[in-house]
């Protein structure tokens, strides 16, 4: 079953079933879509372009969220195969996509996390199709200032700040660290200098971004969760206790 991510435009819409998880981009609500909520368009051209008989397919995804109803809008470059019978077959996977609303594939993360992380988050998924080493360095900053900020661990690396984290995550966030960590190129890039620039490909970035979202939420956005359901259990004791309190005080002296 194809998943669909709040980047649209990695929907494989050809092949999307009648009900499909999806995370909107704007209310960051989970959706099931089915397929009123999904337009999609096939524009097939040729005109004696370099690259022969192509596909621009857009697709328009609308939040089923009656509160949200905002839409997305995303086009993906497809190519053909073609055999020696002269069939063509067109290629499962976008020689080019784009997020054309919204620009960015970043997620809408409440104001308690701190605005340079978050900035650095969003610029990294703008980026990210365009410039995957500019995307993952943003991300690297990121990651680094979360350590910092969340966690109140400084050092020279962030190799050196991540392997810190290992007593103080639980294991499933330190194994999602741990394997991002030790893929080749992020891995070089966690061991070099943070204005040092690392090329990566387009889905090591990707994979950068996904783990500061997932980190994000299970720090800042559980935390916040967390302090706000035990702030109000507590206020709602310190106020059956006042209850207690207030007849005995006025009960009459005998
Ligand atoms: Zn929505």
């Known amino acids: 079953m ?22 909107c981009p704007y209310c960051n609500r989970i959706a099931t879509l089915i397929d009123t909520n999904v337009s999609s368009s096939n524009h097939n051209f040729d005109c004696g372009n370099k690259d022969g008989y192509s596909l621009l397919r857009t697709t328009v995804i609308v939040c089923p969220n009656h ?12 190519r053909y195969n ?11 996977k976008p020689e080019s996509s784009w997020s054309l ?8 993360f409440p104001d308690y996390i701190p605005a340079a992380l978050r900035s650095d988050y969003e610029e990294a998924c703008l980026i990210a199709s365009l ?15 979360m350590i910092r900020n969340f966690w109140n661990i400084t050092k020279p ?3 050196e700040e991540i392997l810190a984290l290992e007593d103080k995550v639980d294991p499933q966030t330190w194994e999602a660290i741990d394997a991002v960590r030790s893929i080749g190129n992020i891995g070089a890039h966690m061991e070099k200098d943070i204005s040092l620039i ?27 969760d967390r302090d706000e359901k035990m702030n109000a259990i507590a206020a709602v004791a310190a106020a059956k206790k006042a ?8 009960a009459p002296k005998p």
Not at 101 to 108: E, G, I, M, T
Not at 132 to 144: D, E
Not at 202 to 213: F, H, N, R, V, W
Request: glycine share 2%; net charge positive; with cysteine.
């Open 2 to 23: 194809a998943v669909a991510r709040c980047d649209a435009f990695r929907v494989e819409v050809r092949n999307l079933p009648v009900s499909t998880h999806w995370t």
């Open 67 to 78: 509160e949200c109803r905002n839409y997305t809008i995303a086009a993906g470059l497809y």
């Open 82 to 92: 073609h055999d020696s019978r002269g069939n063509r077959t067109q290629l499962r």
């Open 101 to 108: 609303k919204p620009q960015s594939s970043a997620k809408p």
């Open 131 to 145: 410039s995957p080493k500019a995307s993952a360095t943003l991300s690297r900053r990121c990651l680094q200032g």
């Open 157 to 159: 690396r962030l190799i």
């Open 198 to 224: 690392v090329d990566v490909d387009p889905d090591e970035a990707q994979l950068l971004i996904e783990l500061i979202e997932t980190l994000m939420t299970e720090w800042y956005v559980h935390k916040h």
């Open 243 to 250: 209850q207690q309190i207030q007849p005995a005080a006025a």
